[in-house]
């Protein structure tokens, strides 16, 4: 019997069958020609990862292939739209950066991470908070996935899409739980510190 070696990327073939999967999920949740909006629920997604498939890479792989960016947010935003107080609506073209956006707030504290990151130079969220240590995160959170018409990618090259408008109607919400972001997070009583 030849042994596996799952140290190997996996073949095409493999692939293909993964994102099928990812396709055909989304197509019976989020039919074309829908003026409402569609919502994911941490259950729903419970089926792609019963197998195998982890919410970051579903996102990733449907984001590309229809052209949307995502934003992360602690908060289940009830208008058909994301509003900005500061003018301008973020969003990331990398699911893990709105997975953690989704989870960690930035309020009261800083949240250091690159804008970009692969393997030789891997996500790593740290978080300055004020002395007494006190920050804001959820066990759950939501990803509304907008078209990218509309932003600009600032800094180039980066994850970081930057709206040009301050309201940006969004398509799809996915709630996202904790465990979605599969990335050290580092904790830092430093905010104060000069």
């Known amino acids: 019997m030849e042994k596996l070696n799952f140290l190997q990327p996996p073949n095409q073939e493999v692939i293909h069958s993964i994102e099928k999967k ?27 990862e019963a197998e195998g498939i982890k919410l970051e890479a579903f996102l990733d792989h449907i984001c590309a292939k229809h052209g949307y960016l995502m934003h992360g947010s602690l ?16 969003a990331s073209n990398r699911s893990a950066i709105a997975i953690m956006r989704s989870i960690y707030s930035n309020r009261n504290v800083n949240l250091a991470y690159p804008y970009q990151y692969n393997d030789q130079h891997p996500l790593k969220l740290v978080v300055h908070t004020p002395e007494n240590g006190r920050y804001i995160s959820q066990d759950n959170g939501f990803i509304y996935l907008v078209k990218k018409d509309g932003f600009l990618n600032e800094p180039a090259g980066s994850w970081q899409f930057i709206s040009q408008s301050p309201e940006v109607n969004y398509f799809i919400v996915v709630e996202t739980k904790r465990a979605d972001f599969n990335y050290p997070v580092e904790f830092k009583n430093d905010l104060d510190q000069e």
């Open 22 to 48: 990812m396709d055909d999920f989304f197509d019976q949740l989020a039919p074309e020609n829908t003026d409402n909006i569609i919502k994911i629920s941490a259950d729903q997604v419970k089926h792609l």
């Open 75 to 90: 908060t289940e935003i009830k208008d058909k739209y994301l509003k900005s107080q500061f003018g301008k609506v973020f």
